[in-house]
């Protein structure tokens, strides 16, 4: 019976871990919306590591007519919409930090 407890208060501790747990990426997210809410840096953009580049938090900021600037990945694509709506596929070269365009 105490082994059973034991192991009961061990899965218990464990699950009340996991449920705590947020992704970084999850938590710069609702920082800047948090910060967005409050409006007290209309002018302010952001800049932030790539570790949480996603494309809710791209999008989050974009909607508040906020830029964004991220370190990327190389190996990373990624979609921007350029002027006239047209989608462009940019891949930043390892050799050469100057992005390459691709036309879909």
């Not at 840096?41 to 790539?50: E, I, N, S, T």
């Amino acid at each position: 019976m105490a082994e059973a407890r034991e192991r009961l208060l061990e899965l218990l501790h464990y699950r009340i871990h996991q449920l705590q747990y947020r992704k970084r990426t999850e938590i710069a997210v609702e920082i800047v919306g948090q910060l967005e809410a409050e409006g007290r840096f209309p002018q302010a953009h952001y800049a932030f590591d790539k570790g949480v580049l996603t494309l809710e938090l791209t999008r989050l900021i974009e909607s508040r007519g906020k830029h964004w600037v991220s370190e990327i990945e190389v190996s990373r694509h990624t979609r921007g919409r350029v002027t006239g709506g047209a989608w462009m596929k940019w891949v930043r070269s390892c050799a050469n930090s100057t992005p390459r365009v691709s036309g879909r």
